[in-house]
Nanobody, 124 residues
Framework: QVQLTESGGGLVQAGGSLSLSCAAS????????MGWFRQAPGKEREFVAA???????FYADSVKGRFTIARDNAKNTASLQMSSLIPEDTAVYYC??????????????????WGQGTQVTVSS
């Protein structure tokens, strides 16, 4: 059974930094793409960043230059380093993995397994 567990969320002031981690269990994920999505209150879930099986990264325009996604295949983990945070980054952040192709996607329906989410709150 594949399980993803996010950690590292919390409250931070605008301009600050926060690092999220996603621990994967239930298999080897080196051939999977890993993604981060977020959902703010009253809004639809949106793509944040993804990293594919060869380490190519993708970012939403809204976070490009501020967020960095990475993976550690030996530890089955993915991370999202967030800096220069703004109140609009406030959301529940979800980690997801895509097992079929490993190429990565900005579309949430192409991901197969999801974590429970971790809250990130940025105060102004």
């Amino acid at each position: 059974q594949v399980q993803l567990t996010e950690s590292g969320g919390g409250l931070v002031q605008a301009g600050g930094s926060l690092s999220l981690s996603c621990a994967a269990s239930g298999g080897s994920f080196r051939r999977n793409a890993m993604g981060w999505f977020r959902q703010a209150p009253g809004k639809e879930r949106e793509f944040v960043a993804a990293i594919n099986l060869i380490g190519k990264t993708f970012y939403a325009d809204s976070v490009k230059g501020r967020f960095t996604i990475a993976r550690d295949n030996a530890k089955n983990t993915a991370s999202l380093q967030m800096s220069s945070l703004i109140p609009e980054d406030t959301a529940v952040y979800y980690c997801a993995t895509e097992v079929d192709s490993g190429v990565g996607s900005i579309y949430d329906h192409e991901y197969d397994y999801w974590g429970q989410g971790t809250q990130v709150t940025v105060s102004s």
